[in-house]
């Protein structure tokens, strides 16, 4: 499942709703905490009656929303084949049940498919299965004209886009009498997991006779995220020691799984192969491999060893646990399974979806690490930055000074085209949430050192909450500032079809050409740019 376009949209106004009346009733440190913290959705009030359906659950039996009438409800809209945001939704409601204690007995966990080409009842008991929660929740299914109607009912979102199934990752608290009590998003934010679990069971603990207590006591500010340029020691699978993983290690391949993200037969082969590669990094002084289980949306902590002692024989990489998240977070990891290349000194260098790619050979997998090697695009330390800009005319040098900057304000980005007229300009759409932005953000980083003195470099934050962006752009340099915007909002200059999307104007202000998707190589962008931006294009 992807997450972006309409769906985001939904998720960015709702979560900027919530964090209004967060930041309003924020009289103490948690509420503070939690209103400041961009990878945690404090929720929304809601009011009035939730729509009642009925439909089908994972042993095929019909139910109906009223038939919870008496027990608070978290309702979730979840694809029954998602590999990135639901299982974090799923195990957070598990969690939101076992903090309650005895009380969670009058919790029920009901959720709805929101996958328009994924329907069957033997799509629901699959996940179900696969999450551990074939006994401890309802997952709904119907007819696609019937679901489609729940959908419209609570505001879902779900639909293919590019391929990718995209929806709204919405959780509904509603209260014993049936009533909508509270709205929460799920963010792609795997240390954000038990934190949301907390959320939801005090939203619950709030809707019952005498308030049980719930059974923990987490800060909700942010977890910080464990990225490739700090070191750290994850403990061994097979409880052997420690993996350190960050900066100093020469450059290293990193799979992040789960053991849910095929049967395990199959996943214990793809394991197994990759046995192949490792050899071959060995052997040609390719890096080395590392898997990395991310056990914070594992169904139990028996999954892994269990998977494990399936294997024929020892895997020839260590594998290391990512209990708290943080080190996925850090990586950036957005669905499972995920392959990262970063370098000796911790920047990300390549990586694959491999979700939605497949699983390479490792044939190719070795072909790719090289290709990535072979193409690295080197930040150049800010000195190095200021000397290549140093005398550009004034209004690019605006920019340079507000370089790395989130600048909000209505018409801001429009204003600033304005004040650029006769300078070519290159804006380029992007969110922290998507993957190929991260890829290609280096690429922007090395053609603005290069080309600004000439070419004006612009961002357009689409479609993303300010927290999250301007993390993103503390960890990602560039020397140019980004406006927020939404979709519609670039509507004027080009129809944004998805993100990353990078808009070419030439010196009369005319939009010349629009790219969609990833820049791969520096000499792709270079020459877009030679074009269309500084050539007679349009």
């Known amino acids: 499942m992807a997450l972006a376009g309409l769906a985001v949209a939904a998720l960015v106004v709702a979560a900027v709703v919530a964090r209004l009346h967060a930041a309003a009733a924020a009289n103490s440190p948690a509420a503070a905490a939690l209103a400041a ?28 929303l009223s038939a919870f009438r008496g027990r608070v409800v978290l309702l979730a809209f979840n694809d029954p084949v998602c590999t990135t945001v639901c299982p974090l939704t799923t195990t957070a409601m598990l969690d939101a049940k076992r903090l309650l204690g005895a009380a969670g007995r009058d919790v029920a966990l009901l959720g709805v498919a929101a996958n328009p ?7 629901v008991r699959h996940y179900s299965a696969v999450h551990g929660m074939t006994r401890a929740w309802h997952f709904l299914t119907g007819p696609l004209p019937v679901l489609k109607r729940v959908w419209h009912a609570y505001g879902i979102e779900a639909q293919v886009v590019r391929g990718q199934i995209d929806h709204t990752p919405a959780l509904y608290v509603i209260s014993p009498q049936g009533q909508m009590s509270r709205l929460y998003m799920t963010q792609m934010a795997y240390s954000s997991v038990d ?20 059974r923990s006591s987490l800060s909700y500010a942010q977890a910080p995220p464990i990225a490739p340029a700090r070191s750290v020691v994850l403990p061994r ?20 799984f789960d053991t849910w993200v095929l049967p395990p037969r199959a996943l214990g082969a793809q394991l197994d192969s990759l046995d192949r590669y490792a050899s071959a990094a060995r052997r040609h002084g390719l890096p080395a491999l590392t898997a990395v289980d991310e056990a914070s949306v594992e169904p139990s902590r028996a999954a892994l060893p ?18 708290s998240g943080r080190v996925a977070d850090g990586y950036e990891v957005q669905d499972q399974p995920w392959l990262v290349l970063v370098s000796a000194t911790g920047h990300f260098l390549w990586y694959d979806d491999v979700a939605t790619t497949g699983w390479p050979s490792p044939a ?66 992007w969110a922290s949430w998507c993957p190929p932005c991260q890829a290609e953000f280096p690429l922007f980083a090395s053609a603005s050192a290069r080309y600004g003195r000439q070419v004006a470099f612009l961002g357009a934050n ?8 301007r993390g993103f752009l503390a960890k990602h340099p560039v020397s140019y500032p980004s406006y927020e915007a939404t979709s519609s909002q670039l509507g004027p200059l080009a129809a944004i079809g998805g993100l990353p999307t990078t808009i070419f104007i ?33």
């Not at 009011?47 to 139910?63: I, K, S, V, Y």
């Not at 080409?117 to 799509?123: D, F, I, P």
């Not at 699978?237 to 799979?255: C, E, I, W």
């Not at 998977?307 to 646990?321: C, D, G, I």
């Open 364 to 429: 190719t997998l070795a072909h790719q690490v090289r290709a990535a090697l072979a193409h690295v695009v080197t930040a150049a330390p800010s000195s190095v930055v200021a000397r290549l800009l140093a005398g550009s005319p004034p209004p690019l040098n605006a920019l340079h000074r507000q370089a790395g900057q989130l600048l909000v304000g209505k018409g801001g980005l429009m204003a600033r085209l304005r004040a650029l007229h006769g300078y070519p300009v290159v804006i380029n759409a």
């Open 37 to 64: 913290n961009p990878t945690l959705d404090p929720g929304t009030p809601l009011h009035g009656a939730a729509p009642d359906f009925t439909l089908t659950d994972q042993f095929g039996r019909r139910m109906s």
């Open 117 to 123: 080409r994924v329907t069957s009842v033997a799509a």
């Open 195 to 214: 934190q949301l679990g907390q959320l939801l069971a005090r939203s619950a603990s709030a809707l019952l006779p005498g308030r049980p207590a719930v």
């Open 462 to 469: 689409t479609n993303d909450t300010p927290g999250a962006a």
């Open 237 to 256: 699978a097979d409880g052997s020691g420690g993996v350190t993983l960050g900066p100093g290690h020469g450059a290293r391949l990193l799979l992040f």
């Open 506 to 538: 030439n010196q009369s202000g005319k939009v010349v050409h629009v790219h969609t998707g990833q820049y791969d190589s520096e000499g792709s962008l270079d020459a877009d740019i030679q074009t269309y931006a500084m050539g007679t294009a349009g």
């Open 306 to 323: 269990r998977l494990l002692r399936q294997l024929p024989r020892p895997l020839a990489y260590p594998v290391a646990v990512d209990r």
